[in-house]
């Protein structure tokens, strides 16, 4: 574990740490475990000397200089932003949530593994963050953003969606409520930067890590432009895999756009 700080000057200081751990053991437990027992570091800055089970981190597995800024190597601005549910769904940590959440070592092992974060689980790189600015709005439409996006084809077919307005609409609802409570999603961006962390998908993976039946799961991938290859679904360059990801991204844009509006 590597612990990292700077001094007055600016300058990066690093503390290399050794620890034999757990399957169950808690990453953020250790590192503020060491934080606390390193009397120089803890003098340094104000605040140190009262660390907490509360107190935020900063855990990465790549060096800081080297995260990126556009959510490709699972991690985001505040460190890794994934984690999983005890049903294995994926769990999306969206925005100062990194620097709160509890993995275990097994936890982060398995994210590695699968291939939604990159680094090593035996390498961690841990920061105390300074100061923390607010954070934006929570949520927005999210039903009437995959009410549009996932009907695909079908926006022709008024009367289809007539008929099958409330059945779907009560289906999204639901989708939805457990997204947000259960796995961190709040906007269209989270799932697209999620599923393009990988470039082959198996159906299975997806329905187990979003809590997906099949349907949703189908068309979650159609939507954002995957097509089933032999027995996996992956981003294709086919007229039709090019004009969903490009709907995707309109539609993402625009309810982006709406979401900002209604925040101010």
């Given amino acids: ?36 027992s390193t009397k120089e570091v803890a003098e340094k800055k104000m605040g140190y000397e009262s660390i907490n089970e509360a107190t935020p981190l900063h855990l990465s597995l790549v060096p800081f200089s080297s995260e990126s800024k556009h959510g490709s190597d699972g991690h985001s601005t505040f460190g890794i932003k994934y984690g999983l549910n005890l049903d294995g769904g994926i769990k999306i940590l969206d925005g100062y949530m990194p620097l709160s959440y509890d993995w275990t070592f097994r936890e982060v092992s398995e994210l590695v593994e699968d291939g939604y974060v990159k680094g090593s689980a035996y390498h961690v ?29 079908m926006l022709g077919y008024r009367g289809m969606i007539r ?27 989270q799932l697209r930067e999620f599923l393009d962390e990988k470039g082959e998908w198996r159906l299975s993976e997806v329905k187990k890590r979003l809590a997906l ?32 990801r490009s709907n995707w991204m309109k539609n993402e844009k625009r309810y982006s756009k709406l979401a900002q509006e209604a925040q101010k």
């Fill in 163 to 189: 008929v099958w307005q409330f059945r779907r609409y009560r289906g999204l609802r639901k989708l939805v409520h457990n997204w947000k409570e259960k796995n961190g999603v709040r906007y269209p961006y």
């Fill in 213 to 244: 039946n099949e349907e949703y799961a189908v068309k979650l991938l159609a939507a954002l432009g995957y097509e089933p290859v032999k027995d996996s679904w992956r981003l294709t360059q086919s007229k039709q895999s090019i004009k969903h």
């Fill in 1 to 36: 574990m590597r612990l990292t700080d700077t001094d007055n000057l600016g300058r990066i200081i690093k503390y290399d740490f050794e620890e034999s751990v757990k399957d169950s053991d808690s990453i953020r437990v250790l590192a503020l475990r060491k934080i606390q």
């Fill in 125 to 153: 790189y841990v920061r105390v963050p300074d100061g923390l600015g607010a954070l934006g709005g929570d949520t927005f439409d999210l039903i009437g953003f995959l009410d549009s996006s996932l009907s695909l084809g």
